[in-house]
């Protein structure tokens, strides 16, 4: 599969509790010695809090699927939730929100004048390059990675190489650089392979002192290639707090806590129009894909800009309104989130200061204090129970190696267990509620993208389960450090049993398969 969501997404055709308000605090952005982001009443910062409240009930009935929020005005939150099992201390899948960051690394290089963005690209990687060069790849800027205009038709086919730099060089490029709008992730990739190159460090490792540090960002990670080079234009894991700082430094034009750790220069120029952009269904005035493209963030609507990611990845900068939204989720309707935003975010805006308004506030915090995703919870309990219970049942060959399942229940939830060829695998889930755990089941069946963290063995998830009929079991496990969830449906025959898989995005959308095979099995003797 090809890395451009926006074409995926096109095809698809589209925990803790959250925590709220805290009482207004006065002063800085930060408090005093620290990098943390003081917290607000929407009103002191000039938000109504039942615009904000009305955001929060608007996704929920548009089933949008959000997965976390937060809001600031004048470098103050103003309103935060996680909706349960997703919680403040869970990192989060970026996806393509992962380009920003990787442009930012491009942008300090920049300062350190390793490199110029009118640098070719071909002259970092010559051991890597063709044995014949076309006049089209010679020309290829640096800044032609960055505004997604490499000239290439479709996005380079480099993930079945053990060299993706060498294969990117490979494809041809259809376009004269610069002239042609073509979004893909494989361009960022190869900004990550130039810091690599020049600095010898990862992009999460050069951004460590740089951006992670400075701001308290603390234990991010990256998914990477073949060969360890972190695949840029994806797979970063951030809190959303994280995300928010990200864009309140943008808004303040890369100062923090008084000391500069981006080039003002290169914010302007990363952030502005540099390209008109493609995308979405909707006409200019009304669709934020169309608002253009500058260094690996999207102009929106507004005169706001954005670094976003597939399925909901948001760090919104508004830099007229000194507001910036971090929010994450699994959606198949970016643009009705945006939609949302500017609707109800944007538009509870009323000034630099309201009066204070008790009773708003009191209804916004308890919304968001309640926070949680919609649990299937039919009935606890089976008359079967009894002749399946910790029971194990052989499976027939399959593609996954699952040599043998089995159920346990307690009194408070269940255990599904899973032998295949890597070991015995155990997940808990609680009957009505989540049961956090961790497990050594790979996310990758679950995900857009087949790379992962190095040295991930282990992941966090989140599980819940129900009898859907006297024979029907179906476990749903969320990972809850990525966007993604599964069901798990046994189905009970006598001494027969089918255990079928389905991943969140074939959910989203019936015309998306999951690949894994349904399991058949039978009752040991």
Not at 66 to 73: G, T
Not at 255 to 267: E, P, T
Not at 391 to 415: H, M, R, T
Not at 448 to 457: H, V
Request: aromatic share 8%; glycine share 8%.
């Amino acid at each position: 599969m090809q890395l451009n969501r926006r074409l995926f997404l096109k095809q698809l055709g589209f925990g803790a509790a959250g925590i709220g308000l805290l009482s207004s605090l006065p002063g800085d952005v930060w408090a005093k010695g620290t990098t943390k982001l003081l917290r607000s009443t929407p009103e002191a910062q000039g938000i109504a809090s039942s615009s904000l409240l009305n955001f929060a009930n608007a996704i929920e009935a548009q089933k949008l699927n959000v997965h976390s929020l937060m809001v600031l005005r004048h470098g103050n939150i103003v309103a935060e939730g996680w909706w349960a099992p997703y919680a403040p201390d869970l990192k989060h899948t970026l996806y393509s929100l992962s380009k920003s960051f990787t442009s930012t690394a491009v942008g300090m290089a920049v300062a350190e004048k390793r490199l110029t963005v009118n640098d070719k690209v071909i002259t970092f990687f010559p051991d890597d390059a063709p044995a014949t060069v076309s006049d089209n790849l010679a020309a290829m800027r640096v800044k032609d990675l960055l505004s997604m205009a490499t000239g290439h038709s479709k996005e380079p086919a480099v993930r079945g190489d053990k060299n993706w730099v060498k294969a990117f060089l490979a494809q041809p490029v259809e376009h004269e650089p610069g002239t042609f709008f073509l979004y893909n992730s494989i361009a960022t990739y190869m900004l990550s392979a130039i810091v690599q190159k020049l600095t010898g460090q990862t992009v999460l490792a050069y951004l460590k002192s740089r951006l992670f540090d400075p701001l308290a960002i603390e234990g991010a990670d990256w998914e990477v290639d073949p060969n360890g080079i972190n695949t840029g234009g994806w797979g970063l894991r951030l809190k959303t707090e994280d995300i928010a700082k990200f864009g309140q430094l943008y808004l303040q034009k890369g100062v923090w806590n008084g000391k500069r750790l981006i080039a003002a220069d290169w914010i302007e120029d990363a952030t502005k129009f540099e390209i008109q952009s493609k995308g979405g269904s909707r006409p200019k005035e009304e669709n934020d894909w169309l608002q253009g493209y500058g260094y690996q963030f999207w102009r929106c609507r507004h005169d706001a800009y954005r670094g976003d990611g597939a399925f909901g990845q948001y760090c919104i900068v508004m830099p007229k309104d000194d507001m910036v939204v971090a929010i994450t989720s699994e959606t198949s309707d970016m643009q009705g989130i945006l939609d949302n935003v500017w609707t109800h975010i944007l538009g509870g805006v009323k000034g630099k200061t309201l009066p204070s308004d008790t009773k708003a506030q009191a209804e916004l915090k308890q919304k968001l204090t309640t926070l949680a995703l919609p649990i299937l919870n039919v009935k606890s309990t089976s008359p079967i129970i009894a002749q399946i219970d910790n029971k194990p049942f052989n499976i027939a060959e399959n593609s996954l190696n699952v040599k043998a399942i089995s159920l346990n229940f307690g009194k408070d939830g269940g255990i599904f267990r899973m032998l295949d060829d890597k070991g015995d695998h155990q997940i808990n889930c609680g009957m009505g509620r989540w049961v956090e755990r961790e497990t050594d089941l790979s996310a990758l069946p679950l995900k857009l993208t087949p790379t992962l963290i190095p040295g991930e063995t282990k992941t966090k998830i989140a599980s819940s389960g129900t009898w859907t009929d006297d024979n029907t079991f179906v476990l749903t496990v969320r990972f809850i450090e990525t966007a993604h969830y599964e069901t798990i449906t046994c189905n009970f025959d006598k001494d027969t049993v089918k255990v079928e898989f389905k991943k969140s995005l074939a959910i989203l959308n019936a015309a998306v398969k999951d690949d894994r095979p349904v399991l058949q099995g039978r009752l040991l003797a």
